[in-house]
């Protein structure tokens, strides 16, 4: 199985699809850090990657993008989950490279998650809310023996992962991923802003999926469109939405240089 996941690994195509793939990862990103600023200007969209497909959907160009845009993560998808199986290879600490390859599993789950939203869109016209949809999946797992336990569990994973993203800018640690000879200098604020911000923003849904753990109320749940809306709420709540809405715009870029640096 790892010969031939490393034989796709290294299969030109799939570099240059995943890569392209990337690109697209970053431009949701973008387009998700422009919905948020929207909301701390009186805007109400959905922020979050679903609000990203409408939001690209609604341009000229929309049907030709979310077929590019789904195609894109699908391939992009393909690479991380190869990068997952004998990827990073190049960090000598066995702990730190199950790390990346357990981050490389999310990068890729959450790109299927795009591509299905942008697959549906294009095909039906309509993405579904995700709010709704994690609240419903939420009060079933409640419903069910020990329920409040297992989203508690949910909830601990999503804020490890969150300290996970959010130090890995504080370290720098995702230079070790870039080939920095083709990186630009500005790539380490940028890289540091945009892990911290993605970092907190995940902070905030683990957060939330605590809450409804704690209480057992699954409309106390919900994605990345419910964090930032409940950041919104808060006292400062419209800076401290911008400050994210920032850090997932410097995710973005980080992105476009890492199409093209990334170690793979």
């Known amino acids: 199985m790892a010969t031939v996941a490393e034989e796709t690994r290294r299969q030109p195509v799939v570099q240059v699809l995943g890569r392209v793939g990337m690109v697209l990862y970053g431009v949701v990103h973008v387009v998700v850090a422009w919905l948020a600023i929207q909301v701390v200007l009186g805007g109400s969209e959905q922020t979050d990657q679903k609000g990203a497909v409408q939001a690209l959907a609604e341009t000229p160009l929309g049907p030709l993008l979310l077929w590019v845009l789904a195609i894109g993560l699908v391939c992009f998808a393909v690479w991380q989950f190869t990068l997952a199986l004998v990827g990073y290879r190049y960090i000598p600490k066995k702990r730190k490279r199950i790390t990346r390859r357990f981050g490389s599993v999310g990068r890729g789950i959450t790109s299927c998650a795009i591509a299905f939203a942008a697959f549906k869109y294009a095909t039906s016209g309509d993405a579904g809310n995700s709010t709704e949809q994690q609240q419903t999946f939420t009060a079933k797992v409640l419903a069910m ?6 989203v508690g569990a949910v909830a601990i994973g999503i804020l490890v992962v969150a300290g996970a993203i959010f130090r890995k800018g504080v370290k720098k640690s995702f230079e070790q991923d870039l080939d920095m000879s083709k990186a630009p200098s500005w790539i ?19 957060v939330l999926v605590g809450l409804a753990a704690i209480y057992a109320d699954p409309e106390q749940s919900g994605g990345l469109d419910k964090a930032l809306h409940t950041l919104a709420a808060q006292p400062f709540g419209a800076i401290l939405l911008a400050l994210v809405a920032v850090g997932l715009a410097a995710f973005g870029v980080y992105c476009f240089v890492a199409a093209r640096a990334q170690k793979g």
């Open 145 to 150: 023996p020990g329920g409040q336990l297992l």
């Open 188 to 206: 380490e604020p940028v890289g540091r802003v945009g892990w911290i911000g993605k970092g907190c923003a995940y902070g905030v849904i683990g």
